[in-house]
């Protein structure tokens, strides 16, 4: 029996997955798996899908073989994929009596047939059609993290795709080989963040609990030569002895503890110590350190005054005009002809959450969108809570709120002082040009702030 129908192959292999591996398919491994069929290249496969060929190849490949090589039980590469799969599928027992007891979902990888997109919130999954690849910087993480004692800075305002980006960072790590450790300090309690040595038992702990090991914290904290040193200790003797791979620890949302300064500037220290030991000790050369940051909360620090500036600066920038057509059409949208995507960019300056939310709202068909638009800028618009955001922020620091105002109302770019260009820049409310003049980033934030700014003016002079 020859399995020329690929869908009916697909449903003995997602039978098979959920039996053996309890997970099934997901679409860009079904994309994958078309386009062998169809004799595609990875760069054909890639552009037909909207992803980049060095991820297909690198990331999506790899995995996928490893886990069909799994329970096939012979090595399957991209050359011998067809051959063996349908080998297999023709030697499974009754494979036609299997699929009639359990029924299963279309596996077609259309987006707009198959997937109904949820709204937009938060880090996006793995195997999500709605993440837009940076490439290059994605590449470039890559390659460093490979190295010895690597240390990436990973910055941008908020929902600009940080953590999504981590995300995948921490699965190539693991399709490496590499232990890791995903530490989100959102999940601190306060009471924690008020205490060096409780921070730092907070995580020695839960680096140990992610890396499935004894805790021993105990055994190497000695007060009397202090929390920092005590922590270095435990790394050092415990739990880099205990593997034999590269460590990648991400530490994400780190600036939930810029409010806590004492905490802070001890943790920075560490992280700088631990790098400069990288250089010095193949023992700590196994440790590979991602710190994940919004530049907003530079609004309360002090100018100039960064987490620290060691290892590779990664800032996540805005989508182009081409990955906005590339997501409007992820969402079932075709503006090949750019008008649409022109008018959405003018809006929003490629916001990737502001993007996405947008075309969640018009993928619903509840508005068109020049109505969205209209209302965008507005407190009833879609997007009244990032507005709002911003607006408390500017309130609390009233020159910021000024030159805000200042700006907005402008109609050319303006020259600011360097410490407020900085926090707005960080804001990610305006964008320099090349005479180190400052615009508002966005339409939305230009109508916007004027018309917040008008309306708290007049309420002032009443």
């Known amino acids: 029996m020859e399995f020329t129908n690929l869908d009916a192959l697909l449903k003995i292999l997602n039978h098979k997955l959920l039996e053996t591996q309890e997970r099934p398919l997901n679409y860009t491994e079904i994309l994958l798996l078309r386009g062998i069929w169809q004799c595609q290249t990875y760069n054909q496969i890639a552009q037909e899908g909207g992803y980049s060929a060095g991820y297909l190849t690198n990331v999506v490949a790899p995995e996928l073989c490893r886990r069909l090589s799994v329970f096939i039980g012979r090595r ?29 979902p279309s596996l077609s990888p259309k987006i707009n047939e198959e997937i109904s997109p949820c709204f937009p919130s938060g880090s996006l999954p793995l195997d999500s059609p709605f993440y837009i690849e940076q490439s290059a910087i994605e590449a470039q993480v890559y390659k460093e993290i490979e190295q010895p004692g690597a240390l990436v800075r990973i910055k941008a305002p908020k929902e600009m795709g940080k953590t999504s980006l981590l995300r995948r960072i921490l699965n190539y790590a693991n399709y490496q080989g590499y232990c890791t450790v995903n530490l989100d300090l959102t ?10 040595n409780r921070f730092l038992r907070w995580l020695c702990a839960n680096v140990t609990r992610q890396l499935q090991l004894e805790p021993k914290l105990d055994e190497y904290w000695d007060e009397d030569i202090g929390s920092k040193v005590s922590c270095t200790h435990y790394f050092q003797n415990y739990l880099l002895e205990q593997i034999n791979s590269p460590l990648v620890i991400a530490f994400d949302e780190v600036d939930q503890i810029f409010d806590h300064p004492l905490v802070a500037k001890d943790f920075f220290l560490l992280l700088r110590l631990w790098y400069e030991e990288t250089k ?43 990955q906005i057509k590339q997501l409007a059409q992820r969402y079932g949208f075709d503006w090949t002809d750019s008008e649409e995507a022109k008018l959405l960019m003018t809006m929003v300056g490629g916001h990737p959450a502001l993007v996405n939310i947008a075309l969640y709202h018009l993928s619903c068909g509840k508005m068109t969108l020049a109505q969205l638009l209209q209302t965008a800028p507005t407190a009833n618009g879609i997007y009244s809570h990032h507005l709002q955001r911003h607006w408390a922020t500017l309130q609390e620091q009233p020159e910021l709120a000024i030159a805000t105002q200042s700006m907005m109302n402008s109609q050319q770019p303006v020259l600011l002082e360097p410490e407020i260009a900085y926090k707005l820049n960080n804001m990610g409310l305006i964008k320099y040009l090349d005479s180190n003049q400052a615009i508002p980033s966005c339409e939305l934030y230009r109508l916007y702030f004027q018309s917040n700014c008008k309306d708290s003016g007049s309420k002032k002079r009443n």
């Open 187 to 196: 999940q601190i309690d306060q009471i924690i963040l008020d205490n060096v």
């Open 280 to 322: 010095r000790s193949a023992l700590w050369q196994k440790l590979r350190l991602i710190v994940v940051y919004s530049t907003e909360s530079y609004a309360s620090l002090q100018f100039h005054q960064s987490p620290f500036n060691i290892g590779l600066p990664i800032q996540l920038n805005s989508f182009s005009l081409d």
């Open 76 to 104: 399957v590469t991209k050359k011998n994929c067809r051959a063996l799969l349908e080998s297999y599928a023709t030697n499974s027992l009754a494979p036609e009596k299997k699929l009639q007891k359990k029924s299963f």
